[in-house]
């Protein structure tokens, strides 16, 4: 797979990378020497793949660890405001998938602890990974969001330590404005990004959908 998105000409993809602090943690990685960054993608059944993101002077090369094919799965439906899409294979699994239970799930508090899954990159081999945090905030409107203590990654279901679903981690996104100084020195909310933790009731009501557009 080789992919080119067409990037303005003001586009800084080192800036962009720079600002987001989960750059930092699994399942993404930076290649500093070639500004290189990757990110795993587990593809059910099928060993799971590394995506690379590269800088080109008019676009962002994408390429992959190993070969893809549009058969794999297609995109059912895709938010770009809450930055969520739903796939679906197209070839039926050999094997039974395990899914989580977005109706069994929890509100945390602030400081609760909350576990986030993800895996390691290639040189941790694919490995299953689990970091502790603890919600450092909650955003009420307009809509509600769990925002964390640290830079988790994002695409990654966080649960509390009971075992209960809080949600998904997803990306949250404003429009910061004319950038100061003081902007700045916040990290990526002051480039108007936050990540955060979309709730389980919001995540599976938005998957009925997708679902009603088969």
């Known amino acids: 797979m080789d992919l080119k998105i067409p990037t303005p000409s003001n586009f800084s993809f080192r800036r962009t990378v720079a600002s987001h602090g989960w750059y930092q ?31 080109r002077k008019t676009h962002i090369r994408v390429t992959a ?10 995109i059912v439906l895709r938010d770009q405001d809450l930055d969520l899409a739903f796939i ?38 694919w490995a299953p990974a689990a970091v502790l945090y603890s919600v450092g905030a909650i955003i009420e409107k307009p809509r509600t969001f769990f925002v964390l203590n640290g830079q988790p990654g994002t695409g990654t279901p966080a649960f509390l330590a009971n075992g209960k679903i809080v949600g998904v981690l997803t990306i949250r996104q404003v429009d910061p404005g004319r950038m100061s100084m003081f902007g700045l020195m916040q990290g990526s909310e002051g480039a108007g990004v936050i990540p955060v933790i979309l709730p ?14 088969r």
């Open 25 to 55: 943690l699994p399942p993404f990685a930076l290649d500093t020497g070639k500004w290189e960054l990757s990110r795993v993608i587990d593809v059910g059944q099928k060993p799971p793949v590394t995506i690379f993101l590269a800088e």
């Open 65 to 74: 660890s190993r070969p893809l094919t549009k058969s794999e799965a297609t």
């Open 88 to 125: 679906r294979p197209t070839s039926k699994p050999a094997a039974a998938l395990t899914a989580v239970n977005l109706a069994d799930a929890a509100r945390p508090a602030i400081l609760d602890d909350v576990v986030v899954l993800s895996r390691l990159g290639r040189v941790g081999g």
């Open 200 to 213: 389980a009731a919001d995540v599976l009501e938005i998957a009925k959908q997708a679902a009603e557009g």
